[in-house]
């Protein structure tokens, strides 16, 4: 497996010098960009494209949510994992809604934040106690999440459902095509046409959309 490359974007020097010394020792990462605000880490993205970004949410002149929406809009093969001392749900969903993949809480134990980071990259996102089905369903309902999925009629063939459940079970494009006996290719090409289908920016949004059509339930 080659190496993930990792980009870090948070104003605390320390906090960042503490986060590089637990990756450093992970011969899984490849840190290729440091940066201090989102604007300082989107400046480097043209010549240095991570894989995983660990994004601070508080930071000046161009905060984590902002940052986030605009690399889900500029680069949308990179992930977003949020890295954050709020763990209230309001920084969760908001930050979920502008295309994070995950969200961590800073003191999390380095364990898991090398688990969030392999998961993101290897299944696209990342659920812990923090952000589950569960709590998407409790505070993200059609009132307040106004995505395509809820103005627009989506019609989804039986196959189309079937790969949707499974992803929806935090399953990786691999373990669905071993399941239902087809190339990962061919899985891959599902994926993305039911992110296409239903606006969703990542695999929040297609579990939210699932949820809202009836497709599954927690």
Not at 87 to 104: C, F, R, T
């Amino acid at each position: 497996m080659k190496p993930i490359n990792l980009a870090i974007a948070d104003d605390h020097k320390i906090f960042r010098n503490g986060l590089k010394a637990t990756l450093e020792d992970c011969p899984d990462f490849n840190l290729v960009v440091e940066a201090s605000n989102g604007k300082e880490l989107i400046g480097q993205l043209a010549t240095h494209t991570p894989d995983v970004i660990l994004m601070d949410i508080k930071m000046p002149e161009m905060d984590g949510m902002q940052t986030t929406a605009y690399i889900q809009q500029h680069f949308k093969q990179v992930k977003v994992l949020a890295l954050s001392m709020h763990n209230e749900d309001k920084y969760i969903v908001d930050m979920m809604k502008a295309g994070a993949s995950g969200y961590l809480l800073k003191n999390a134990e380095p364990e898991e934040i090398i688990e969030a980071i392999l998961t993101v990259y290897n299944k696209g996102f990342y659920f812990n106690e923090h952000l589950s089905v569960t709590l998407i369903k409790q505070l993200v309902g059609p009132s307040s999440y106004a995505d395509n999925a809820g103005q627009q009629t989506v019609d989804l063939n039986d196959r189309e459902i079937e790969v949707l459940k499974l992803v929806c079970q935090e399953h990786s494009n691999q373990e669905i095509a071993d399941k239902i006996f087809l190339s990962v290719r061919t899985v891959e090409g599902y994926r993305a046409r039911l992110f296409e289908k239903t606006g969703s920016k990542n695999l929040v949004g297609l579990v939210i959309f699932a949820i809202k059509k009836g497709i599954i339930s927690v």
